[in-house]
C-alpha cells in the first residue's frame, strides 16, 4: 500500500507499507534508482485525472490509506485529481512535467520509519526520500554538499568539542558539557543585554501545571498529546494541607472533592503562555503599565515522537528566548514592528538569512472570525511596514490566532 508522498525543499518522500512485513532496506536504494533509470528512458507520460469524490473512493477502494484521504480532505459532491506514469495512478495535485524523460538524475538517498497522519497510535510506515534534477552535474553537486553538510553536522561538532551529549536515559535532552554551557551562557547573557535595552522584563515561572490551566487556555484539546503528564492523588490530610490553596492558585472556584482516593492530573509545561497570561491576572492593571514586557529563559517540555528526534533541532527538554506582550490594541502594530526589528537584529549578528510568512485562521479555531480577521490585518500591516519579503501561508495559523512564522537556515 502506498499512502502518501509531497514534495518538499529537499526533494520529496513517499510513505509505503509493504506486504509480509518487508521494507525497504539500504542495499535497496540502487536497485530502485536503475529501475528509475529505465522509467525514465522510456519517457512514460503523465496523465492527469479529475474525479468527483466518488469516481475517486471507486478507483482507490483497494487502498484504505487513500480512501481516508479522500473521505477527509475531498467535500462530498467535490472533485480531486489523480496522475497515471505508467501503471501507477496516484492522488496528486499536479501540475507535473511532461514525461519522465525530462528527469535527466534521480537519486533515493535514505529512508526512515514514520506514523499513518504522524500519530504513533496509527498505522508504522517506512518513508523512503528521493531528489530529482534536470541533469547530472547539479546532482553531482547536490551530493558534494550533502557530505560537507556531514561534516559541519552540528550532532557531530558537539560530541567532538564535547559541547554537549545525549543518553538514552533522558532521551531528546539535551546535557549541556562545561565547553557548551559556557556557550550557552554567553547566548543568554547576550539576550538579557537586548531584552533590557527594550524594556522586555524577565520572569521565571513554574515548570509545572495543574491541568485545569491548559483547559482554559484551550491548549488541552489541541495539544495535550504532546505533553507529559501524571496524577496527583490526595488524601483528606493532603486536601487540608495544600489542595485548597492550589486550587485557589489556579484560579479554580470548585472545590476539591472530598474522595479519599481522587486525583487531579498535572503536566510539564510545552510552552509559556498560559503562564505568563496567569501573571498579567494577578492583579488589576492600569493602561499605565502597557505595553508590559514579560520574558522567560524557562524550561520547557515537549513529547515528540522518539522517531523525530534530531540533536538540538528537534528535542523533548529545551529553552527558548520566549516572550509576551500585553499591550493595547493601538500599540499592536508598533510592538510587532519592534519585534521584527529585534529578530532581524540577533540574526543578522549571527549572519543568519531568514524568510517570513503570514499564518492565516486554521480550519479549527477559537474566538470569533471578526477578531481573527482584525489579528490577521494588524499582523499583515506591521509585516508591510518592515519591508521585508513575506509569503502568505493561508490556514496555518495557530487555533488560538495568527502568527508570523520565521524561518531561519544557516
Known sequence: ACPAGPPTEEGFFYDIKLTNGTSVSLTDLKDLEARTAKIVKSKQKFVRYELLKEEAMEMFKYNKYKLDIISRKVPDGGRCTAYQCGPLIDLCRGPHVPHTGVVKAFSVHKTSSSYWKGDCKQDALQRVYGISFPDKKRLKDYETWIEEAKLRDHRNIGKEQEFFMFHPLSPGSCFFLPHGAIVYNRL??????????????????????????????????????????????????????????????????????????????????????????????????????????????????????????????RVRRFQQDDAHIFCALSDVQKEISDVLEFVGTIYSRFNLDYHVCLSTRPEKFVGSVEKWDMAEKQLEDALNAHERPWQLKPGDGAFYGPKIDITGAD
Do not use: Q
Open 188 to 313: 543568554v547573557e547576550m539576550l538579557r543585554r537586548e531584552y533590557r535595552l527594550r524594556r522586555y522584563r524577565e520572569v521565571i515561572t513554574p515548570n509545572l501545571f495543574n491541568m485545569r490551566l491548559w483547559d482554559i487556555s484551550g491548549h488541552s484539546a489541541h495539544y495535550k498529546e504532546n505533553m507529559f503528564l501524571f496524577e496527583e492523588k490526595y488524601d483528606d490530610k493532603t486536601k487540608r494541607e495544600g489542595g485548597e490553596e492550589a486550587a485557589d492558585a489556579a484560579g479554580a472556584k470548585e472545590e476539591i472533592s472530598s474522595h479519599k482516593d481522587a486525583c487531579e492530573t498535572f503536566g510539564l509545561k510545552p510552552m509559556n503562555c498560559p503562564g505568563h497570561c496567569l501573571i498579567f491576572a494577578s492583579k488589576t492593571r492600569s493602561y499605565r503599565e502597557l505595553p508590559l514586557r514579560l520574558a522567560d529563559f524557562g524550561v520547557l517540555h515537549r513529547n515528540e515522537l522518539a522517531g523525530a528526534l534530531s540533536g538540538l533541532t
